[in-house]
């Protein structure tokens, strides 16, 4: 169905792995559209409760497919097609995690900014080299990068082309956690599939509201997770996870 990446199932955790070895899984128009449909997918799968994006040790993305852009015209671009494939991802409710090794460079980064957390190898390199090629991130990097690791550093990251090893990544926020090389992966399915075990309605409002804090004021912020609490506190699996807890069992949840 797809020449472009690999979807898997594991358990509750939708899996698509960046599948063009040659290219270090650079990031063309027909990978995101791919990319794009399958994420859509697991989001209206009901038996999915997390969904993990990774490429392979040596890459997650390296960035935007460089041939393609330099025989893409402004008139195309300004289209904005793969802008709404990113679109897309940003949207999807359910969480999503990155599994980054190896070069997550330019819209490789920005694909990984745009998850819900991030787990890399100790390989895993992070950077917006855009500026090279006489342009500036067009993803999303100078917006996300800059609110996760701060005005100064983003700077130096984006005018200098300052590479961010693993652990300066986790230093400075933009990764949640950093393990072997060998064992990036099955971390990230881990926690993608502790993530699936919970509560799917309460895990998609906590997301939206997690989201949407650094967009808000506290007082804004504080009103919307008041809202989505009492969305929660409305719900049947609210009832359930209640009662489960005072029965000592496991909760069926339902998702509504």
Same mark, same amino acid.
């Given at each position: +169905?797809?020449?472009?990446?690999?979807?898997?199932?594991?358990?509750?955790?939708?899996?698509?792995?960046?599948?063009?070895? #040659?290219?270090?899984?650079?990031?063309?128009?027909?990978?995101?559209?791919?990319?794009?449909?399958?994420?859509?997918?697991? $989001?209206?799968?009901?038996?999915? =409760?997390?969904? &993990?994006?990774?490429?392979? %040790?040596?890459?997650?993305?390296?960035?935007?497919?460089?041939?393609?852009?330099?025989?893409t015209t402004?008139?195309?671009?300004?289209?904005?097609? @793969?802008?709404?494939?990113?679109?897309?991802?940003?949207?999807?409710?359910?969480?999503?995690? *990155?599994? &980054?090794?190896?070069?997550?460079?330019?819209?490789?980064? $920005?694909?990984? +900014? !745009?998850?819900?957390?991030?787990?890399?190898?100790?390989?895993?390199?992070?950077?917006?080299?855009?500026?090279?090629?006489?342009?500036?991130?067009?993803?999303?990097?100078?917006?996300?990068?800059? @609110?996760?690791?701060? #005005?100064?550093?983003? +700077? %130096?990251?984006?005018?200098? =082309?300052?590479?961010?090893?693993?652990?300066?990544?986790?230093? /400075?926020?933009?990764?949640? @956690?950093?393990?072997?090389? $060998? !064992?990036? !992966? $099955?971390?990230?399915?881990?926690?993608?599939?502790?993530? *699936? %075990? @919970?509560?799917?309605?309460?895990?998609? !409002?906590?997301?939206?509201?997690?989201?949407?804090?650094?967009? +808000?004021?506290?007082? /804004?912020?504080?009103?919307?997770?008041?809202?989505?609490?009492?969305? *929660?506190?409305?719900? %049947?699996?609210?009832?359930?996870?209640?009662?489960?807890?005072l029965e000592?069992?496991?909760?069926?949840?339902?998702?509504?």
């Open positions: +169905m797809y020449e472009n990446i690999l979807v898997e199932t594991h358990g509750a955790v939708g899996l698509v792995r960046l599948n063009r070895p #040659k290219q270090l899984n650079a990031l063309n128009s027909a990978t995101l559209r791919e990319l794009a449909t399958a994420i859509g997918a697991f $989001e209206q799968d009901a038996a999915i =409760g997390a969904m &993990v994006i990774t490429g392979n %040790e040596r890459a997650f993305a390296a960035g935007a497919d460089i041939a393609e852009f330099q025989q402004l008139a195309e671009l300004m289209k904005g097609l @793969r802008a709404d494939q990113y679109e897309v991802l940003r949207k999807v409710r359910k969480p999503l995690i *990155a599994a &980054v090794s190896g070069f997550a460079y330019g819209g490789g980064c $920005e694909l990984a +900014m !745009l998850c819900d957390l991030i787990v890399a190898s100790d390989t895993a390199k992070f950077a917006q080299p855009e500026i090279n090629l006489g342009l500036i991130p067009g993803g999303g990097g100078t917006q996300r990068l800059t @609110r996760q690791v701060g #005005k100064y550093l983003a +700077m %130096e990251v984006i005018l200098a =082309g300052r590479v961010l090893s693993a652990w300066e990544a986790l230093q /400075h926020g933009l990764v949640n @956690r950093v393990v072997p090389v $060998e !064992l990036y !992966l $099955e971390e990230a399915l881990e926690l993608a599939q502790t993530i *699936a %075990e @919970r509560a799917p309605l309460a895990a998609r !409002l906590a997301k939206d509201a997690i989201n949407r804090a650094q967009d +808000m004021s506290l007082e /804004h912020g504080l009103g919307l997770e008041r809202s989505n609490f009492l969305i *929660a506190f409305g719900s %049947e699996d609210k009832q359930e996870g209640t009662t489960a807890f000592k069992r496991k909760p069926q949840w339902k998702g509504r």
